[in-house]
């Protein structure tokens, strides 16, 4: 989705992304004509946030980082939150938008819904937005560009997994919540967002999740992104139980001033550039 004005700021090499979710919020700048990545910075919020803190936490980012106070070329918004559903594009009616999701998320009759377009999976992503930081977004920089972040997980799996013909289950860590995507023979199984508060409670959604897919922990092979190490116990709770597990990687060439802390972290905000 694109929100735009009839702002005239004359073009820069500078591009924007930001990254939103009750936990925490991240951003990165890209400068285009020489392909490097000259900022890159995570917000935790310790704890989960509603919309309204989640804005003032904003605010106080662009009032205290200089470096996000330049014009931009390009903005993009990344919504993190489990508020999004897929249709299939032939099955999609814009009039029956606010349909799609009240059978799997709570919704207010007052929430914006918005919707993207996954063209290599002939689906669209219906979601609902943090309005009140597109509205800020707008005011501050003018035309911008937003997404959910199941749309860019999505369309960078499936393009990386174009010629695989085995069963994989991609798992993007966050804080406090994950997101699942499987696919096999290159094509997507299933999407979807958990909220954990333990290593137990992950693995827990994760088994679960592969079980209703008759997939066989010896066999498909569990791919980490996102926040998570070696060393971190979500890895070695699924190290237990599932025989096949690695990290992903952004398969990217940016240059950077301050490199990311692994191949596979800020996979979302980095590929929405």
């Not at 205290?64 to 903005?75: D, G, L, P």
């Not at 013909?165 to 995507?181: C, G, L, M």
């Not at 922990?217 to 599932?242: C, R, S, W």
């Amino acid at each position: 989705m694109a929100q735009t004005n009839n702002n005239t700021n004359k073009p820069t090499p500078l591009e924007l992304s930001i990254q939103i979710s009750l936990s925490g919020l991240s951003f990165c700048i890209l400068q285009r004509d020489t392909n490097t990545i000259t900022a890159l910075k995570e917000v935790d919020f310790q704890k989960k946030l509603n919309p309204i803190e989640v804005l003032d936490a904003l605010k106080h980012l662009l009032n205290t980082e200089k470096i996000i106070q330049n014009t931009f070329s390009a903005i993009t918004v990344i919504h993190d939150n489990e508020l999004a559903t897929l249709v299939p594009k032939p099955l999609f009616n814009e009039d029956c938008i606010a349909d799609y999701l009240k059978f799997n998320s709570k919704i207010l009759i007052s929430d914006f819904i918005a919707h993207d377009e996954i063209v290599t999976n002939d689906s669209i992503n219906v979601y609902v937005p943090y309005m009140n930081i597109n509205n800020f977004i707008y005011d501050q920089f003018g035309a911008f560009t937003f997404k959910h972040i199941s749309t860019i997980l999505i369309e960078e799996i499936l393009h990386l997994e174009k010629n695989s013909s085995s069963p994989k289950v991609y798992v993007n860590i966050s804080q406090n919540h994950f997101e699942t995507v499987i696919v096999n023979n290159a094509k997507l199984l299933l999407y979807n967002a958990f909220e954990y508060h333990s290593s137990e409670d992950f693995i827990y959604y994760l088994l679960f999740t592969t079980e209703q897919l008759n997939l066989n922990p010896e066999i498909f092979h569990l791919v980490f992104i996102g926040n998570v190490t070696k060393e971190d116990a979500l890895y070695n709770m699924a190290y237990q139980y599932i025989r096949h597990i690695g990290f992903g990687t952004r398969n990217e060439t940016y240059n950077y001033r301050v490199a990311p802390k692994t191949d596979h972290s800020n996979f979302t905000l980095i590929k929405s550039l």
